[in-house]
């Protein structure tokens, strides 16, 4: 089955910083690789997503790459703000997202 | 439109019993998949349903079970419960079946295993 590895589990950064999260996967038919955020206590709510059919994917301060060839897909985060403190996952799928394949989780703290 | 609605949010239970959470998707949407959520393991996904079949399971024990109703409302049941079964239990709806969807999850349901 799909295996989906990410790097690193925890990551702090200064205000204003730059955060980079990476992920890998196993499976050359996943097709859909989404990101959630999870604060603490809440649900996990998507945050950007991108299809195979395209390679880098922005929205406002938030952009996600993904590199088929060698499977592995980064979220990026330009920035940063206390509020983006939370526990990031990665995951992989079809394009439906009925069944995700997630990572192990991020917790990225941005110091004031 | 409401979220993905699930009860009870807090459970506790003795080991041995059973347990059954419910989750209400969003309306519209017919899709609904359950993942459980530990520390250790992350977010694994137990099993997903449409038109009240059962379409894709994870690897979990035969303890896992779920079941869909015709208004796309879902429950999971576990039996003879374990203290590794102690997790936070999610479900996340999608609108229909097919290509270019994403997956909108509810609070969880807590379940404790004392």
Known sequence: GENVEQHPSTLSVQEGDSAVIKCTYSD????YFPWYKQELGKRPQLIIDIRSNVGEKKDQRIAVTLNKTAKHFSLHITETQPEDSAVYFCASGDGSARQLTFGSGTQLTVLP | KAGVTQ???YLIKTRGQQVTLSCSPIS???SVS??????GQGLQFLFEYFSETQRNKGNFPGRFSGRQFSNS???MNVSTLELGDSALYLCAST???GKNTEAFFGQ???LTVV
């Open chain 1, 28 to 31: 050359s038919a996943s097709n």
């Open chain 2, 7 to 9: 009860t009870p949010r």
């Open chain 2, 28 to 30: 519209g949407h017919r």
């Open chain 2, 34 to 39: 359950w993942y459980q959520q530990t520390p």
């Open chain 2, 73 to 75: 409302r879902s429950e």
């Open chain 2, 95 to 97: 609108p229909r079946v």
């Open chain 2, 108 to 110: 969880g349901t807590r």
